[in-house]
């Protein structure tokens, strides 16, 4: 396994802890919190590419600015619309189909084949995160269906963005603090344009900053050198170590029970995770 592959699973391991700081966020609006968020992600770019001397690196072509920045802005403006008009649960499970987009969008990309145990592997993991999100049962209602397709928009996003990066491999990670730059713009004026105004307590605040070094900010970085030079099929599957992880960190913070669903879960996304990497096992064989 190189070392991009293992660098992009470390996104998985920080987007773990996205609904624990979410929650610490308590009542901060939306698009707010993700100014806050992506004004830390901003600086972390522009940190990088001070150090680096990257700045060429924002040198770049139309369309890439246009992945980009759609692909993290669009991401989270379609998640906020999925979540308002639509159950959480439902809206959840449908946004939970971008791994497996991933797997499937990635048999487009030159040199990439895809498996029978690939596609497997992504299912079982699907089916994992759906036994998570969907414990309390799933009542699906015509009256959300604009909420479903959001949530559905919200997971070709992802997906779209994170397998086109991979097309853009000489484009350095760099990059992407500009993108985070155009999108925390982006948030701050959607923000004081359709938004109330709201002064964020002292741990509120701390958690929005929190959310900017991690999963909102930092993790796209690392996300896009898996991307671009890593197994983009296993870490698609991987991926889907998120919401299991999620929901331990909750459990062991006593925000959320233990369960036999959550042992389910745990069987199967591993299970698929390992089923996914059995490239790795025929090499070192």
């Not at 963005?161 to 993108?179: C, N």
């Amino acid at each position: 396994m190189n070392a991009s592959t293992l660098i992009g699973a470390g996104a998985v391991l920080i987007w773990s802890t996205l609904a624990a700081l979410t929650i610490g966020a308590g009542n901060i609006p939306p698009f707010l919190l993700l100014a806050i968020a992506f004004s830390v992600a901003s600086i972390l770019g522009l940190f990088w590419i001070v150090r680096s001397k990257g700045w060429k690196s924002l040198h770049q072509p139309w369309y890439v600015w246009l992945v980009g920045v759609f692909g993290l802005f669009g991401y989270h403006l379609f998640y906020f619309l999925a979540l308002k008009h639509a159950p959480a649960v439902e809206a959840n499970l449908i946004n939970y189909l971008w791994p497996l987009l991933i797997v499937l969008f990635s048999t487009l990309l030159p040199n990439e084949r895809m498996h029978w145990y690939h596609a497997l592997g992504a299912l079982m993991g699907f089916l994992g995160a759906g036994v998570l999100v969907a414990k309390g049962g799933i009542k699906w209602d015509d009256s959300y269906t604009m909420g479903y397709v959001f949530a559905l928009l919200c997971a070709l996003t992802w997906s779209s963005y994170s397998v086109i990066s991979r097309l853009f491999g000489k484009v350095p990670t760099t990059a992407v603090g500009g993108f985070c730059i155009v999108v925390m713009l982006l948030s701050w004026s959607v923000h004081f344009g359709f938004e109330q105004a709201y002064i964020p307590t002292k741990f509120e605040l701390l958690c929005a900053i929190l959310l900017g070094l991690g999963p909102v900010g930092g993790a796209f970085y690392i996300w896009d050198i898996g991307m671009k030079h890593g197994d983009i099929k296993l870490l698609g599957t991987l991926a889907y170590g998120a919401p299991l992880l999620s929901t331990l960190l909750l459990i062991v913070l006593g925000v959320a029970q233990n369960s036999i669903n959550v042992w389910i879960a745990c069987a199967l996304i591993v299970g698929g995770s390992l089923l996914s990497s059995l490239d790795y096992y025929k090499k070192s064989s």
